[in-house]
């Protein structure tokens, strides 16, 4: 087999770059693969499967604030976050679209346009009077203006809100007028494709920013994410994104000695006719 590299390279490079370019070549491809897929349910079907690909039946109907019957993908027509609530909690489903409302403004996407929020109540006896209680509360926290289309929030029948439910793999149980449910969220692609599921009653600006920018489609939506894949990885164990410091130290570490590798060869090239004259 011919060998890809000039004559020269084997001269002009020391042996110990060699070894050391090779193995921060396969940590970089080592570290790329790295994906995990969690799965967290607990008893009496009160929990979260991940069904991280799978989509959510946009065809569902629910009413909206006014009471109007609409389906999910009338409203689903990008990057979508997807909140699992019922309006009468008041503490985990308080606390996360509170959060929310305090998270959105520092967005540096349109609401509306880029992405659209959901508040989808778990409680077939929420009303949407009682939802657009709720959404006047959440908006005017914000003081900062907000498209009323930005955030919808909405409410269904018992079968309904189990059907999307269940294709989330979001697993919850009535209590009285209370519900045993996960704290956690998703974001969906336009097409409803289940894209990242976020934990906790407290979503991190930047965890939102980049699901969003991973459920984005389109030439420009695709060319972010690749860069964020590649700078960002989500860490199963730690439910959020972390900036990988390997991944990017080893590339720079690459680039730095390929350049200076490049200089000594191609300046080799521009030496030798001058060595040959004085001969």
């Not at 349910?41 to 009160?46: E, G, I, N, Q």
């Not at 956690?184 to 600006?205: E, K, Q």
Request: one cysteine or more; charged letters at 20%; glycine letters at 8%.
């Amino acid at each position: 087999m011919r060998n890809p590299l000039p004559d020269r390279w084997p001269v002009l490079m020391p042996a110990g770059w060699t070894a050391a370019l090779l193995a921060l070549f396969f940590l970089l491809n080592a570290s790329a693969g790295s994906c995990t897929t969690v799965r967290v349910v607990s008893a009496d079907d009160v929990g979260l499967e991940e069904h991280l690909g799978a989509k959510i039946p946009l065809d569902s109907q629910f009413h909206d604030e006014s009471g109007k019957p609409v389906r999910l993908a009338e409203l689903v027509s990008g990057p979508t976050l997807i909140l699992p609530v019922y309006y009468g909690c008041t503490n985990i489903c308080y606390n996360l679209q509170w959060g929310v409302a305090q998270v959105l403004p520092k967005l540096t996407s349109r609401p509306g346009s880029d992405y659209r929020v959901i508040s989808l109540s778990i409680d077939e006896h929420d009303t949407p009077a009682l939802a657009t209680s709720y959404k006047r509360a959440y908006l005017t926290s914000m003081h900062t203006p907000f498209p009323q289309d930005g955030w919808r929030f909405l409410t269904g029948d018992e079968a309904t809100i189990r059907v999307v439910m269940q294709a989330a793999g979001y697993g919850f149980q009535r209590r009285g007028r209370d519900f045993l449910h996960p704290a956690a969220s998703f974001v969906i692609g336009g097409d409803g494709t289940i894209i990242r599921y976020l934990y906790g009653s407290t979503i991190r600006p930047k965890d939102l920013s980049l699901a969003l920018i991973e459920a984005r489609d389109g030439t420009t939506g695709k060319t972010i994410r690749t860069v964020m894949d590649y700078c960002f990885t989500f860490d199963s164990s730690r439910k959020t994104y972390v900036f990988n410091l390997l991944r990017i130290s080893a590339t720079a570490i690459i680039i730095c000695c390929a350049s200076f590798m490049a200089f000594l060869y191609f300046g080799s090239k521009k030496r030798k006719p001058d060595t040959l004259e004085k001969r």
